[in-house]
């Protein structure tokens, strides 16, 4: 039984109160909730740590802070795209390794070795893509919210998800689609 206290922890890097704080904490409620709402709706339900799902969903953008981008008021350094491999960082740090594969598995629908030398991304040569249902789910639900600068984010449509992926790469889309079916019954073309 982990004491992981998700808020507990977002209050050690965003100032509580804060505009990065509420959008980080609204951000990863919002994920929490669509992947625990799927979770009671699917038959893979049983088979999920419950607990850890709606821990690691709060928690898995953690790494934003140390990042360059002003709109989401974060004044780090690295860009972006490295958000998930710091935030495990910092997760590995306190222990929480398994929280920490959830934040750097979680980016599109997960980045390969062949992503990162292909789009030349600044990250570290190994795969990146979610293996377990909890990492799965997690990251699917992800893709449905967008932290956009607002406190209350913004909902994405599956169109809009679509063309971002498949954007990427087929592989991305068609990884998603098994998501969706596999998680929601949802066939899509
Ligand atoms: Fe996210």
């Not at 959008?23 to 009671?40: E, Q």
């Not at 070795?113 to 600044?122: C, K, S």
């Not at 991305?172 to 899509?188: Q, S, Y």
Request: negative net charge; hydrophobic residues 40%; aromatic residues 8%.
């Amino acid at each position: 039984m982990t004491q992981t206290d998700p808020l507990e922890i977002i209050a050690r890097f965003y100032a509580p109160g804060s505009p990065t704080w509420a959008m980080l904490v609204h951000h990863g409620k919002a994920v929490a909730r669509k992947a625990l709402d799927i979770a009671a709706g699917s038959p893979f339900a049983k088979s999920l740590d419950l607990q850890f799902v709606e821990e690691a969903a709060m928690l898995h953008d953690i790494g934003i802070f140390l990042t360059h981008t002003p709109e989401l008021g974060c004044a780090g350094v690295h860009p972006y795209v490295c958000h998930g491999v710091l935030g495990n960082r910092v997760l590995r740090a306190m222990g929480l390794t398994t929280h920490g594969r959830v934040c750097e598995r979680h980016v599109g629908v997960g980045i390969s070795v062949e992503d990162i030398q292909r789009f030349d991304l600044p990250l570290p040569p190994r795969d990146m893509i979610p293996e377990t249902p909890e990492e799965e789910l997690i990251c699917y639900a992800d893709k449905f919210h967008s932290k956009n600068g607002v406190p209350e984010g913004r909902y994405k449509a599956l169109e809009e998800i679509e063309k971002s992926l498949k954007a990427i790469g087929e592989i991305h889309w068609n990884r998603f689609r098994e998501w969706a079916f596999r998680f929601e019954g949802i066939r899509l073309n």
